[in-house]
C-alpha cells in the first residue's frame, strides 16, 4: 500500500522560505510512471497544483508560481521536498503531497494523497 | 491558459437523487479528465480518470462522460456518503495542470 506523509513547520514568517518533506512508503520515487507532485488549499478554498518531480527528476511548476518554487527529492530516503520563497499570507494553505500517474504521455491524475498539512504564514 | 469551469459551484439535493455536474474546458483536452471527490478535513480522492474510467471501488452509482471541451461527473442514487465537495482536473501539465473551482453537493 502506497503512502505520503507531509512533514514540516506549520508556522512560517512572512518573506521567508516555506519548507515541506513529502516521505513515501510502498513504493519508490524512482519508479517509472509516477510524478510527485505538490497542491495546495486555500482556506474555503479550492485546488491549486504548485508542480511535480518526475520519475527521472525532471521538474515543472505552475509558471504562477515558477519564480518562488523549487522541488527537489533525495532518493535514498525516498522523499521528495518543496520549498517556496519569499512567503506572505497568500501562502498559507493546506500543502498535499501526490502522486500523478502518467503512462506514455497520458495522465491517469493523482491517485494516492498525503493527507494534508496546514501551514500558516505570519508574524 | 486553460481554464476549467465547474457548473454549479453548490448544488443542493437529496438522498436518493440523481445529480450531474459540469466541467468545461477553455479549450479541448480530448479526454484527459479526471473526478475527486473530497470530504471535509480530508485529501481529495481520484473517483474517475480519463474521463469515463472508474476508479477500482469507486461505486459505480458514479460515472463520467464528456469530451473535448465538455465533460460531466454523474451520481445516481445519492447516499449520505456522497455529500462532499467534487473537482475536475485537467492532469497533463500544458504550462499547468489545472483544476475546476468544485461543487458542493449538500444534503438538502
Known amino acids: 500500500q502506497v503512502q505520503l506523509q507531509e512533514s514540516g513547520p506549520g508556522l512560517v514568517k512572512p518573506s521567508q522560505s516555506l519548507s515541506l518533506m513529502c516521505s513515501v512508503s510502498g513504493a519508490s520515487i524512482s519508479s517509472a510512471n509516477f510524478y510527485w507532485s505538490w497542491v495546495r488549499q486555500h482556506p474555503g478554498g479550492g485546488l491549486e497544483w504548485i508542480g511535480y518531480i518526475s520519475f527521472r527528476g525532471t521538474t515543472y511548476y505552475n509558471p504562477s508560481l515558477k519564480s518562488r518554487v523549487s522541488i527537489s527529492r533525495n532518493e535514498s530516503k525516498n522523499q521528495f521536498s518543496l520549498t517556496l520563497n519569499a512567503v506572505a499570507a497568500a501562502d498559507s494553505a493546506v500543502y498535499y503531497c501526490?502522486?500523478?500517474?502518467?503512462?506514455?504521455?497520458?495522465?491517469?491524475?493523482?491517485?494516492?494523497w498525503g493527507q494534508g498539512t496546514t501551514v500558516t504564514v505570519s508574524s | 491558459d486553460l481554464q476549467l469551469t465547474q457548473s454549479p459551484s453548490f448544488l443542493s439535493a437529496s438522498v436518493g437523487d440523481r445529480v450531474t455536474i459540469t466541467c468545461r474546458a477553455s479549450q479541448g483536452i480530448g479526454s484527459h479528465v479526471t473526478w475527486y471527490q473530497q470530504k471535509p478535513g480530508t485529501a481529495p480522492k481520484r473517483l474517475i480518470y480519463?474521463?469515463?474510467t472508474l476508479q477500482n471501488g469507486v461505486p459505480s452509482r458514479f460515472s463520467g462522460s464528456g469530451s473535448g471541451t465538455e465533460f460531466t461527473l454523474t451520481i445516481n442514487n445519492l447516499q449520505p456518503e456522497d455529500f462532499a465537495t467534487y473537482y475536475c482536473?485537467?492532469?497533463?501539465?500544458?504550462?499547468?495542470?489545472?483544476f475546476g473551482g468544485g461543487t458542493k453537493v449538500e444534503i438538502k
Open positions: 501526490a502522486r500523478l500517474q502518467v503512462v506514455d504521455s497520458t495522465s491517469y491524475g493523482m491517485d494516492v
Open positions: 482536473q485537467q492532469p497533463n501539465n500544458h504550462p499547468r495542470i489545472a
Open positions: 480519463l474521463a469515463s
